[in-house]
C-alpha cells in the first residue's frame, strides 16, 4: 500500500502496535473507523509505540486510555501517548466514526536530538500524563482537533507536498498540546496495573489457539489468579475469561473476511473446541452467525478506510 491511502484501522496480531506502512518512507498512518462494524462494537485494548490523535467526527464513544475514561462527542478529539493502553466504545449502540493518525515523534523531531526532539518532543512524551482530551471548548483545543482534521484531509487528498501538510498540521497540533497540557512531571513510568495487563495480554495473543488456564496467564505477569483476576477488572473492566473470547472472536471474524477456510477450521483455529459453542458465542458479539457474516463481508466489501476495523 502506498502511503498517504487512507485505511480501515488493523491491529497486529497481538494488538500491540499498528505497523506504519513504510516507517522509513513517512512514519505515519492514518485510519477512518466506523466502530459500529468492529467485532463486539469496539475498537480493542491495544498499544503501540507510536502516538495517536484521533477526533470522533459522527456520533460519539467512550475512549479509555490506562485506567482513565472520557466520553467524546462529535468535534472532540484526543492526543494518546506512546505506549499507552486505549480502546474505543460504543455508547448505548449509538454512532461512532473516528479518524485516527498513528504517527512516530521522529516525524516532527527531524535530526536526531534536534531542538524540536529535546525542547517540545521529549517532555511529552515523558511526562506522566498519557492521554489529552481536546473537547474543543477552549480555542486552542478548537485549533487542536482542526489541525488534526486539516492532517486527516491532507493524507487523504495526496495532492503535490501532502507530506508536507501532514507533518506541519500535526507539528501545530503537537505544539498547541505542548504549550497547554499539564506541566511535565518527572520520566513517565508504567504502573504496576498497566504493566501486568500488557504480559497477560501477551500471554493471550501468543497462546489464543490452544486450551490456557488462568494460572498461565497469571504466571505471565509474576501474579497469582486472585491478583490476576483483579488487575483486569481494575484496568479494562473484564474478566480475562471475557477478553479471550473476544480476542478468539476477533481472529475468528478475520479469517471468515479474509479465507475461504470452512467454519469448523476457522473455529478450531481459534481455539474453540465445539463448533456450535463458536457459532453462538460468534453471533453474541457480532449480530451475525459465522457464514452470515462471511458472506455479509463477501457481498459487501469494505470501501477505502472504511470496514470492519480493530
Known amino acids: 500500500m502506498i502511503p498517504g491511502q487512507i485505511r480501515d484501522l488493523q491491529l497486529s496480531e497481538d494488538h500491540r502496535q499498528l505497523d506504519l506502512d513504510n516507517p522509513h518512507v513517512f512514519p505515519c498512518s492514518c485510519y477512518n473507523v466506523d466502530v459500529r462494524l468492529n467485532v463486539a462494537q469496539e475498537v480493542p485494548w491495544h498499544w503501540h509505540e507510536e502516538v495517536e490523535a484521533m477526533t470522533i467526527v459522527e456520533g460519539r464513544g467512550m475512549v479509555r486510555v490506562n485506567t482513565d475514561t472520557w466520553l467524546l462527542e462529535t468535534g472532540d478529539g484526543m492526543l494518546i501517548n506512546s505506549s499507552a493502553l486505549h480502546s474505543v466504545q460504543l455508547i448505548d449502540g449509538g454512532a461512532c466514526r473516528l479518524h485516527s ?11 536526531p536530538g534536534s531542538v524540536f526532539e529535546q525542547r517540545y518532543l521529549q517532555p511529552m512524551l515523558r511526562s506522566p500524563t498519557r492521554a489529552l482530551p ?6 486552542w483545543q478548537r485549533q487542536a482537533t482542526d489541525a488534526l482534521e486539516e492532517a486527516y484531509h491532507a493524507f487523504a487528498e495526496e495532492t503535490f507536498g501532502w507530506e508536507f501538510s501532514v507533518r506541519a498540521a500535526l507539528g501545530r497540533l503537537w505544539i498547541l498540546a505542548a504549550e497547554h497540557a499539564a506541566p511535565a512531571g518527572p520520566v513517565m513510568e508504567e504502573n504496576n496495573d498497566t504493566r501486568r495487563l500488557k504480559e497477560m495480554l501477551r500471554c493471550f495473543h501468543e497462546n489464543y489457539d490452544r486450551a490456557i488456564s488462568l494460572e498461565e496467564v497469571a504466571a505471565a505477569a509474576n501474579v497469582g489468579k486472585r491478583e490476576c483476576l483483579r488487575c483486569f477488572q481494575r484496568t479494562i473492566g473484564i474478566t480475562p475469561i471475557q477478553y479471550l473470547l473476544r480476542y478468539r472472536i476477533r481472529q475468528a471474524s478475520r479469517l471468515l473476511a479474509q479465507t475461504d477456510l470452512p467454519v469448523t477450521e476457522v473455529a478450531l483455529r481459534c481455539g474453540f473446541e465445539s463448533p456450535s459453542y463458536f457459532a453462538q458465542a460468534f453471533r453474541r458479539l457480532t449480530g451475525r452467525t459465522p457464514r452470515d457474516y462471511r458472506r455479509y463481508f463477501s457481498d459487501n466489501p469494505p470501501a477505502n478506510g472504511e470496514g470492519e476495523g480493530g
Open 101 to 111: 493518525l498513528v504517527f512516530s515523534a521522529d516525524l516532527l523531531a527531524g535530526t
Open 134 to 139: 481536546l473537547f474543543g471548548n477552549t480555542p
